[in-house]
């Protein structure tokens, strides 16, 4: 079956240094892959995707690129700021008339001034 | 426009009772999910809609767990005979029609939270 696997968290770091959160999962064929956000207070908000391999995700100075050969979809950022501390979900979903997405266990972000 | 509703937000109840959890889509979404996120188990698909039916419940923990969709629109989880191991945020998300071989975001809305006691 699907599966992914992400980082354990909660990860602290504080503002401006560089950010990665590994992501790898196990899916038949070829799925499209996710990362989500939930912020403090707030619901679930999709981030960044990805449909195709080497296909590169981005938005708000985040970064996933799809990679098939090692089965990852990483999530980098240059440089966080304290308003990125939320909780990062990363997911997928395959491409055969299954709709569902299916998540990693999540990893806490939190950013200190 | 307005997004995923659901209610409450807040639900307290005692072991044994039944529960019933609403889901608002947002309008024109024709597909809709429930997930449920639990402590230690991330977030967790339940079922499916396309319309009022659906096609994928294999996410259901038990047959103490049914959903329903109706006039293609509100959806109701309900949870029968309620275990402390069910006390976990229930969400709801939703989408346009998945077209062959592509992609429709999910919108997924605020939560509910069930606490059982």
């Known amino acids: 079956g699907n599966s992914v696997t992400q980082m354990e968290g909660p990860v602290t770091l504080s503002e401006e240094a560089f950010l990665t959160i590994n992501c790898t999962y196990t899916?038949?064929?070829?799925?499209?892959l996710f990362w989500y956000v939930q912020y403090p207070g707030e619901g679930l908000q999709l981030l960044l995707k990805a449909t195709k391999a080497d296909d590169k995700g981005s938005n708000k100075g985040f970064e996933a690129t799809y990679r098939k050969e090692t089965t990852s979809f990483h999530l980098e950022k240059g440089s966080v700021q304290v308003s990125d501390s939320a909780v990062y979900f990363c997911a997928l979903r395959t491409n055969f008339g299954n709709e569902k997405l299916t998540f990693g266990t999540g990893t806490r972000l939190t950013i200190i001034p | 426009g307005a997004g995923v509703s659901q209610s409450p937000s807040n639900k307290v109840t005692e072991k044994g009772k039944d529960v019933e959890l609403r889901c608002d889509p947002i309008s024109g979404h024709t597909a809709l999910y429930w997930y449920r996120q639990s402590l230690g188990q991330g977030l967790e698909f339940l079922i499916y809609f396309q319309g009022n039916s659906a096609p994928d419940k294999s996410g259901l923990p038990s047959d103490r767990f049914s959903a329903e969709r109706t006039g293609g629109s509100v959806s109701t989880l309900t949870i029968q005979r309620t275990q402390q191991e069910d006390s976990a945020v229930y969400l709801c998300?939703?989408?346009?029609?998945?077209?062959?071989?592509?992609?429709?975001?999910?919108?997924f809305g605020p939560g509910t939270r069930l606490t059982v006691l």
């Open positions: 899916a038949t064929g070829y799925p499209s």
């Open positions: 998300a939703s989408s346009l029609d998945h077209p062959a071989g592509g992609y429709n975001e999910q919108f």
